[in-house]
């Protein structure tokens, strides 16, 4: 009997190990909300910081609606001011479409602007040679 016991000490044992030093691992080695902060590159991090409000004011508002739906008797599924995500806001979709479009505009044109300044730089630079070839040959002209 004292055998059976042994392999559960045993088995108990090796698990607490095991979760232990998972649980240690995970708390030593995971980085802070503020190293992850700093680790991020400069404009990431002001774009945070920028952010930082805006969601702030989103949580708030979202805990004033959760508050006034928990007073409410009524059934959780009219929940008031919150939309149900199987609810489509056309109107959204139709600023994420238009906001798409005017982002897809400004990408092509400065994709056109880089070209045709390309464009004017190889320009340019034709010219130039052009003109040595000639001025090179100059000392051809009684031929």
């Given at each position: ?35 992850l902060i700093e680790r991020l590159s400069p404009e990431l991090r002001q774009q945070y910081e920028r952010e930082k409000?805006?969601?702030q004011a989103e949580q708030q508002t979202l805990m004033k609606i959760v508050q006034e739906t928990a007073k409410s ?71």
């Amino acid at each position: 009997m004292s055998g059976i016991w042994a392999k559960w000490f045993r088995v108990y044992a090796v698990g607490g190990i095991i979760i232990g030093s998972g649980v240690l691992l995970f708390k030593y080695t995971t980085p802070t909300d503020e190293e992850l902060i700093e680790r991020l590159s400069p404009e990431l991090r002001q774009q945070y910081e920028r952010e930082k409000n805006l969601r702030q004011a989103e949580q708030q508002t979202l805990m004033k609606i959760v508050q006034e739906t928990a007073k409410s008797n009524d059934p959780i599924w009219k929940t008031g001011p919150i939309k149900s995500p199987f609810e489509r806001d056309t109107s959204t979709l139709q600023n994420r479409d238009q906001f798409q479009k005017v982002k897809a505009n400004e990408i092509q044109k400065e994709e056109l602007e880089r070209v045709r300044q390309e464009l004017d730089m190889i320009r340019q630079k034709s010219q130039g040679k052009t003109k040595a070839v000639v001025d090179s040959k100059s000392w051809w002209k009684p031929w």
